[in-house]
């Protein structure tokens, strides 16, 4: 095949990718595709795979798929970038070249930066501290998509739908439409994700990158490139220049990582070339070649040196020092809420920050955590019982998990897990403030012996007459904390009945 014919193929593949990591987003909610096979993609990354790995001690059964990408890249170098990873798909998609201009790109030495980030995620990891994989391009990317572009989506087809069914004419089409998604696709009711725009805003800020450099994130801050920019060093397929350039720096001019040095005969860096392939199409002698190596690379002045090894291992002892300080740390947070099977210290060294259970969760009731955790359990799971509440007839978190953060547990064990305690407000409670009835708590609560009792008495409400009601008290050894009570409650704002964690002394 001649380079153009090359470059289709290589566009194909990245947008086949592409559309892949989004069919296996759009079908990992339950009822959908099974957990092995929706996590394939988090599994295929061998930064997540390996920080999981020196933070939790343990290999977990599907993690050698990322040996895949390994391979791939000793043998062609950084293609996992180029051709396959559906983050810097979305980078040349908006590339923003227009706006861009011909602005100079920051120099190389930028690069050190996301070698620095590498090394401190690993270190981290060796102290089984996984905070910094907030930075995984993949978690990134499948957290900005639960949080933020779904729900958008979701609201904006509701909104479409609820205009369009006012329409008697169109009522019965919008209806079938509806099914077709939920709850396959979307939930039955508009999913809504706390901090969406937080999310948002990381995402769009790193597409609005490209403002100063064309795949600025890969370049100068991806540390998943990073770890795949130093297994290129021995990779076997290189680029090299024949004799035939004649320097008329048209390689340059299109390298997407700016990585061809016109000043050493343009040469390029294997840790830095992402085998896309425009230098050789672009090339008018035809003097881009790209043979077979035996011998490593050499070394740039930006690749890691021993004092940055040093300076990574230095800073994720003190990082790691101040995260677990009483100053930052919040575990004893009164709502902080697993999911099932889940346990606090085993989460914060298995979960990579991926927001699968996010997705998978039907009710949306599994959140990232923002401040409940502390800085060191940031954007873990956990459960906000006013957004959701967790099904009783669902284990699906721990079925896509790709680590096991959430243990894969069958629906029996799930619904034996203690997550929770419910806790009655009585200065808010309908029954029991304003003497009114309610016994919707009671009437939701799921587990076969009821874990909320109503006990019916004569009382005097605040005009004196004596009324008969039925008043729900929580009968803590049964409740679960599946937390449907709170979600339920009618009271607004705040409910009457709250779910406070299983270790908490509320109540």
Same mark, same amino acid.
């Given at each position: 095949?001649?380079?153009?014919?090359?470059?289709?193929?290589?566009?194909?593949?990245?947008?086949?990718?592409?559309?892949?990591?989004?069919?296996?987003?759009?079908?990992?909610?339950?009822?959908?595709?099974?957990?092995?096979?929706?996590?394939?993609?988090?599994?295929?990354?061998?930064?997540?795979?390996?920080?999981?790995?020196?933070?939790?001690?343990?290999?977990?059964?599907?993690?050698?798929?990322?040996?895949?990408?390994?391979?791939?890249?000793?043998?062609?170098?950084?293609?996992?970038?180029?051709?396959?990873?559906?983050?810097?798909?979305?980078?040349?998609?908006?590339?923003?070249?227009?706006?861009?201009?011909?602005?100079?790109?920051?120099?190389?030495?930028?690069?050190?930066?996301?070698?620095?980030?590498?090394?401190?995620?690993?270190?981290?990891?060796?102290?089984?501290?996984?905070?910094?994989?907030?930075?995984?391009?993949?978690?990134?990317?499948?957290?900005?998509?639960?949080?933020?572009?779904?729900?958008?989506?979701?609201?904006?087809?509701?909104?479409?739908?609820?205009?369009?069914?006012?329409?008697?004419?169109?009522?019965?089409?919008?209806?079938?439409?509806?099914?077709?998604?939920?709850?396959?696709?979307?939930?039955?009711?508009?999913?809504?994700?706390?901090?969406?725009?937080?999310?948002?805003?990381?995402?769009?800020?790193?597409?609005?990158?490209?403002?100063?450099?064309?795949?600025?994130?890969?370049?100068?801050?991806?540390?998943?490139?990073?770890?795949?920019?130093?297994?290129?060093?021995?990779?076997?397929?290189?680029? +090299?220049?024949?004799?035939?350039?004649?320097? #008329?720096?048209? $390689?340059? @001019?299109? !390298? *997407? /990582?700016?990585? %061809? &040095? =016109?000043?050493?005969?343009?040469?390029?860096?294997?840790?830095?070339?992402?085998?896309?392939?425009?230098?050789?199409?672009?090339?008018?002698?035809?003097?881009?070649?790209?043979?077979?190596?035996?011998?490593?690379?050499?070394?740039?002045?930006?690749?890691?040196?021993?004092?940055?090894?040093?300076?990574?291992?230095?800073?994720?002892?003190?990082?790691?020092?101040?995260?677990?300080?009483?100053?930052?740390?919040?575990?004893?947070?009164?709502?902080?809420?697993?999911?099932?099977?889940?346990?606090?210290? +085993?989460?914060?060294?298995?979960?990579?920050? #991926?927001?699968? $259970?996010? @997705?998978? !969760? *039907? /009710?949306?009731? %599994? &959140? =990232?955590?923002?401040?409940?955790?502390?800085?060191?359990?940031?954007?873990?799971?956990?459960?906000?019982?006013?957004?959701?509440?967790?099904?009783?007839?669902?284990?699906?978190?721990?079925?896509?998990?790709?680590?096991?953060?959430?243990?894969?547990?069958?629906?029996?064990?799930?619904?034996?897990?203690?997550?929770?305690?419910?806790?009655?407000?009585?200065?808010?409670?309908?029954?029991?403030?304003?003497?009114?009835?309610?016994?919707?708590?009671?009437?939701?609560?799921?587990?076969?012996?009821?874990?909320?009792?109503?006990?019916?008495?004569?009382?005097?409400?605040?005009?004196?007459?004596?009324?008969?009601?039925?008043?729900?008290?929580?009968?803590?050894?049964?409740?679960?904390?599946?937390?449907?009570?709170?979600?339920?409650?009618?009271?607004?704002?705040?409910?009457?009945?709250?779910?406070?964690?299983?270790?908490?002394?509320?109540?």
């Amino acid at each position: 095949m001649n380079p153009r014919q090359w470059i289709r193929l290589r566009r194909a593949v990245q947008h086949t990718a592409l559309l892949v990591f989004v069919a296996l987003f759009v079908w990992s909610r339950r009822g959908g595709w099974p957990g092995s096979v929706v996590n394939f993609t988090m599994r295929l990354d061998p930064l997540a795979m390996l920080a999981h790995l020196l933070a939790s001690r343990t290999l977990v059964t599907g993690s050698a798929l990322a040996l895949l990408t390994v391979m791939l890249t000793l043998v062609f170098g950084r293609a996992w970038c180029g051709w396959l990873c559906p983050l810097g798909t979305v980078l040349d998609l908006l590339s923003l070249r227009r706006w861009r201009g011909m602005r100079d790109a920051p120099t190389d030495s930028w690069r050190q930066v996301k070698y620095g980030l590498l090394l401190t995620v690993l270190a981290a990891a060796l102290f089984t501290n996984l905070t910094l994989m907030i930075f995984d391009p993949l978690t990134i990317l499948f957290r900005t998509l639960s949080a933020s572009v779904w729900p958008a989506v979701d609201q904006l087809l509701t909104v479409t739908e609820t205009t369009l069914y006012r329409v008697p004419l169109l009522r019965p089409a919008v209806s079938s439409f509806d099914a077709l998604l939920r709850p396959k696709i979307l939930p039955p009711d508009p999913a809504y994700y706390r901090y969406a725009w937080l999310y948002a805003g990381v995402f769009v800020g790193i597409i609005s990158l490209n403002l100063l450099a064309q795949r600025f994130w890969c370049r100068y801050l991806c540390p998943l490139g990073a770890l795949l920019g130093l297994l290129s060093k021995i990779g076997i397929v290189r680029r +090299e220049v024949s004799a035939r350039c004649n320097q #008329c720096n048209a $390689c340059a @001019r299109v !390298c *997407p /990582t700016g990585t %061809i &040095q =016109p000043a050493k005969d343009y040469t390029s860096d294997p840790s830095e070339c992402t085998m896309c392939l425009e230098c050789w199409r672009a090339c008018p002698q035809s003097a881009v070649e790209f043979p077979a190596h035996l011998s490593p690379a050499q070394w740039n002045h930006y690749d890691p040196s021993r004092r940055q090894v040093l300076l990574a291992l230095g800073t994720a002892v003190a990082g790691i020092s101040l995260l677990r300080s009483d100053l930052v740390a919040r575990r004893g947070h009164p709502r902080l809420i697993r999911p099932p099977g889940a346990r606090e210290d +085993e989460l914060l060294s298995r979960c990579i920050r #991926c927001a699968e $259970c996010s @997705r998978a !969760c *039907p /009710t949306s009731a %599994i &959140q =990232p955590a923002i401040t409940e955790a502390g800085l060191e359990g940031l954007w873990t799971p956990l459960l906000v019982p006013r957004i959701g509440y967790c099904d009783y007839s669902c284990n699906a978190c721990g079925q896509v998990c790709p680590v096991q953060a959430i243990p894969r547990l069958s629906l029996q064990q799930k619904r034996q897990q203690i997550i929770g305690k419910a806790c009655i407000d009585t200065n808010r409670c309908i029954p029991w403030a304003d003497f009114q009835p309610c016994i919707v708590c009671e009437e939701m609560c799921p587990v076969p012996h009821k874990a909320i009792e109503l006990e019916q008495l004569e009382v005097q409400n605040g005009k004196g007459e004596w009324v008969t009601l039925q008043r729900p008290h929580v009968i803590r050894d049964r409740c679960i904390g599946c937390s449907i009570c709170e979600y339920k409650c009618p009271v607004n704002g705040e409910a009457a009945i709250r779910v406070y964690a299983a270790t908490s002394e509320i109540c």
